[in-house]
Nanobody, 125 residues
Framework: QVQLQESGPGLVKPSQTLSLTCTIS??????????YSWIRQPPGKGLEWMGG?????????SPSLTFKSRTSISRDTSKNQIILQLSSVTPEDTAVYYC???????????????WGQGTLVTVSA
């Protein structure tokens, strides 16, 4: 059974770049035609799909102006990891960040696919 685990700093200062890693176990990220996504949930708000990549390494990003030009998603196949970088963060980027795997490109429900437990990132000076 596949498992996903997010990791990274819990506190980031404004204007810095947030970097998170999702380590996948139980399956290779390069096979089986899955999509791997980053999704976040700000306090008191709904899930926001940020973007992801497929098993071939093609990347997809949300068109949302909230983070469209600030998001970069990549992978390290040697470590079976998906990496998120969000630049120029502000306190509005404070959220629980999740990685997930599904057969669909966009994931907006925890009922779809497999999810990590999430990691809280706070943006504060």
């Amino acid at each position: 059974q596949v498992q996903l685990q997010e990791s990274g700093p819990g506190l980031v200062k404004p204007s810095q770049t947030l970097s998170l890693t999702c380590t996948i176990s139980g399956d290779s990220i390069t096979i089986d035609n899955y999509y791997y996504s980053w999704i976040r949930q700000p306090p008191g708000k709904g899930l926001e799909w940020m973007g992801g990549l497929n098993s071939s390494g093609n990347t997809y990003y949300s068109p949302s102006l909230t983070f469209k030009s600030r998001t970069s998603i990549s992978r390290d196949t040697s470590k079976n990891q998906i990496i998120l970088q969000l630049s120029s963060v502000t306190p509005e980027d404070t959220a629980v960040y999740y990685c997930a795997r599904a057969r669909t490109r966009v994931i907006l429900s925890k009922a779809v696919g497999s999810w990590g437990q999430g990691t809280l990132v706070t943006v504060s000076a």
